[in-house]
């Protein structure tokens, strides 16, 4: 059974800090890009960031470069996604994705059809 489990959202103020994990199982972790994307309400689905887990290159989109990062643990089958300097328009709930070699490289365009994670939710308060 494919599992992409989000987790680490919650509630904090403008300029703190968050951690979002996404602990995968039931593929090959090593031969897959994982990548985070947000919907904010009333908004479309943005991609914020990704990671190949075979050659670790990433991408972060422009809106959250120098604030968030992106890493992985292939040991843990693990991507983390840490949130600095948070802004009230961080505010949305948080997707993990897998996509395979078909799905292209980690990059702006990236998007899986593979698999989705059930999602958390970040709220930054003004």
């Known amino acids: 059974d494919v599992q992409l489990q989000a987790s680490g959202g919650g509630l904090v103020q403008a300029g703190g800090s968050l951690r979002l994990s996404c602990a995968s199982s039931?593929?090959?972790?090593?031969?897959?890009?994982i990548g985070w994307f947000r919907q904010a309400p009333g908004k479309g689905r943005e991609e914020i960031a990704c990671?190949?887990?075979?050659?670790?290159?990433?991408y972060l989109a422009d809106s959250v470069k120098g604030r968030f990062t992106i890493s992985g643990d292939n040991a843990k089958n693990t991507v983390y996604l840490q949130m600095n300097s948070l802004k009230p328009q961080d505010t949305a709930v948080y997707y993990c994705?897998?996509?395979?070699?078909?799905?292209?490289?980690?990059?702006?365009?990236?998007?899986?059809?593979?698999?989705w994670g059930q999602g958390t939710q970040v709220t930054v308060s003004s």
């Open positions: 039931g593929f090959t972790f090593d031969d897959y890009t």
């Open positions: 994705a897998a996509g395979d070699y078909y799905t292209g490289p980690c990059g702006d365009s990236w998007y899986p059809s593979d698999y």
């Open positions: 990671i190949s887990s075979s050659d670790g290159s990433k």
